[in-house]
């Protein structure tokens, strides 16, 4: 047995899945062919993505932009003769904690409430529905008590009528099923509360049916919230971008708008807690000094009266001056003691824990009132935060904190202040007692006056200084300023859902990719071969050639090729030609053609190859040795009966005369497998088979023998000792994958001498630069012996 090739050698190297290259040609060629059902699966695609960018409703982001301002802490409460200062505003620090408060419960439901969100009016239309929010003609509300209380949404129809009247239908179990009412206002009594109907000033009658929905306010809250979202510019600024999605724009923009406005609502009212409770503390302590005051000037007054003193004597005018300006200090300092005595009072009662401080009050110590309109701030903060923050939050854990801190901190101020004040009040009182002695030698009745009248002094002064603070504390109230500037009103900044090039675009790669998809999953199921790429992920047998499939034409169909025929498959054979030439070399004669099963094409290969040979001016033999189904007579209509068989059974001695010309080319000679015998086996075992090989190779240039499939009996394993190579032959759409793994172990079990893989009847090859053509006959035949119904019907490989 002769040598195998090497599969090293480049013109019939096949390359298995693990060596195989990925070749973008050949994946576009693979699917290029079912253009049809990619361009019907992108235009599917397309129209489905249209239909619903038709039917979609759309979502436009409506935003709204602010910054945030603060009075300075150092100077919240303004004097009167610093009103300028109200204006001087700075940028607030904790951003964070003012976004938390914009989007906390309390803000939200004040916004819901105002806009009656929990209301929608809907028309449905063939397409989209609508909802006409402050254009519906008829206002349906309920009591915000009985709102609040809602187990569940209420839903209703609303019908206005062409005499004025309305008609209701509940859709809500529990709800009226019919209910008409002739005028406006009007109440539908409901086990979930009444519901009321209200005319619409300004707007026109709609004779539409209206789907009315009331929902539950924290369900409405919650809505709105998925929707808002808050961003601060960038961390170094209070600037904050506020948007919010909605399908209906107008809806949106009240919304945006009237959330800034009760938010500076609301934190005006924070502030003013503060002034309010240091109001309420001025006016109590106002009242008792008053009471006090009075009193003392009516001590004054009957001292005198009973004494009948009218005015102090002038010669102690220098002695006195001086010690009513230690006395005027001393006041001063006890009034301070008084207001700081009070102050740590209402510090240390537990019934202001949580009560902002009154501050501004007349303490003149700088830290301590700093240190109350932080804590004032802190406490402010906390409240508002816990409307939006669970108490067990870092944020609010830390506020706490500070809040505590600051308290501890206050509460020490105090203790030192009144320290501070205990001993400049006995200094001042030492220096007053000097110059009090000096004036010794007064009348005990002017001594005793004067006592009276520093007394009532004091009381003056704290009376002037409490009225004063009333002023400025009123004017602080007065005076408060919006904490969110509006830098950009809301507006509509564009649609974001459905984006149509994003789903024009999806649509498209889908309506590519599917197909794609299919295509795949379908070859990845398809058991027969289909190009070279599925013979090279499975063969091991060198690929001799490709090719393409046949169109059918003329007297003699299974003829391919002609002389100087330009055709694609025609070089496809010349191909062909020129690799089997270079795998025979010089020595080589003898090829035998073969495949697994029948119908893979092995006679039309067989019989293209012999003529591209006899093209070349070789002299070329057909040798059939199929001798159970006889084809090439038929094929090449060669009318006489005799063939090998005869020279094989010992009829015939003369191997020469059973060789006929093949009528297509002078170089091409056919000898047919002549009778079927009874024992083809047999036959082709005998000695005369090697003799007449023997005797042929010397007159032909090339024997090409056609034999049977090699799956089905062992005739063509019985040729191969006197052929030099194996032309082993596929069908792509015809074959399966199966059979090429038969070959293969018939090459590695070297069953038959240099197989060579051809691959026929490929459809769309582009190997050449160009298509080849369709149509190749897909016909069956049979083995049997003596079967005359084979001998005479016309079959085609």
Known sequence: MKEQPTHDNPPFQSETGEGEEFSLIELFWKYIRYWKWIVAGVAVAL?????????????????ARVILKDVQSAQKTPTIGAIDELTLLVAVNNVEDETF?????????????????????????????????????????????????????????MAMLSDGSIAVKGITPGLPSDTVFKNLPALLHTSYGNISFTRREGVEPDYRLLYISIRKPET???AYLADLDIQQANRQSSVLNLSFNTPYIEKGKDFLNTLIEEYNNQAIEDKNMEALNTQKFINERIVIIDRELSAAEQNVEEYKRSQGLTDLQADLARTMQMSSRY???LVEVESQLSIVKLLRDYVNNPANADKTIPVNIGIDDPMLNAAISEYNRLLLQRQRLTQSVTPDNPVMRKLEDEIAGLRTAINSSINSVLQGLTTKQKDLFNQASLYSGKIGSMPTQEREFLDLSREQQIKANLFLMLLQKREENALALAAVANKAKVLNKAKTVGKIYPRTTLVLAVALVLGLLLPGAV?????LFRYRIESRADVEKIATVPLLAEIPRHEEEGDNENIAIKKDDRSSIAEAFRMLRTSLMLALGGDKKAVVFTSTVPGEGKTFVAINTALSFALLDKKVLIMELDLRLSRIRQYFHIGVKEGISNYLSGMESDIDKLVVPSGIHENLFVLPSG????????LLSRDMLDKAMEHLREKYDYIFIDSPPVNQVAD?????RVSDATVYVCRAGYSSKNLLRFAN???EQGKLKNMLLVVNDVKDLHHYDYRYGHGYPRQYYKYGYGNDKAKKKHRKL
């Open 47 to 63: 129209m489905a993505a249209a239909g619903y960018l038709y039917y979609a409703t759309p979502v436009y982001k409506v935003s």
């Open 101 to 157: 408060v914009m989007k906390s419960q309390s803000v939200l439901q004040a916004v819901v409430d105002r806009l009656d969100l929990h209301t929608s009016y809907i028309v449905e239309g063939r397409i989209k529905n609508t909802d006409l929010y402050t254009k519906s003609p008829v206002i349906v509300a309920m009591e915000k008590s009985e709102l609040d209380n809602l187990k569940q949404n209420i839903d209703l129809e």
């Open 220 to 222: 409405v809250i919650d």
């Open 327 to 329: 006395e005027q200090q």
């Open 519 to 523: 295509i795949y999953a379908v070859s």
């Open 675 to 682: 009778p079927i015998p009874p024992n083809p086996a047999e």
């Open 716 to 720: 063509t394993l019985i040729i191969n």
């Open 745 to 747: 172990e018939l090459m």
